[in-house]
């Protein structure tokens, strides 16, 4: 995961991180913040920021690039037995008319699909 922190707002004192230079924070908090129903998935995170210099402020921006471990995605390769350069197309049917493919995934990782 990485924080970005260049803009001007003044949350990066050193001018050492910003968008071309990101900061590789360890996400330490991930929580979901709406109801496993609802079609939104809404969280809550904590970064550890340690000795960057960077402060977090109501207001200001944060990238994020998720990183997914090998063994997640060979896992999850393995139980949709697909091959990982597998093209997978995801559509709108009778049993996910309006969830969105995230969902999809979600329950197929859970093994209810």
Request: with cysteine; hydrophobic share 35%; proline share 8%.
């Amino acid at each position: 995961m990485a924080a970005g922190g260049g803009g001007g707002g003044g949350n990066n004192e050193n001018n050492t991180f910003g968008p071309a230079t990101p900061y590789a924070a360890r996400l330490t908090v991930n929580r979901r913040l709406t109801a496993i129903e609802h079609p939104q998935d809404v969280r809550h995170l904590e970064v550890e920021l340690g000795e960057s210099g960077l402060s977090y402020r109501p207001g200001d921006s944060l990238a994020l690039w998720p990183r997914t471990s090998p063994q997640a995605v060979e896992a999850f390769l393995s139980r949709c037995r697909l091959e990982g350069d597998a093209t997978v197309t995801v559509q709108v049917s009778v049993l996910f008319p309006s969830s969105p493919p995230t969902f999809f995934f979600h329950l197929v990782w859970k093994g209810l699909v």
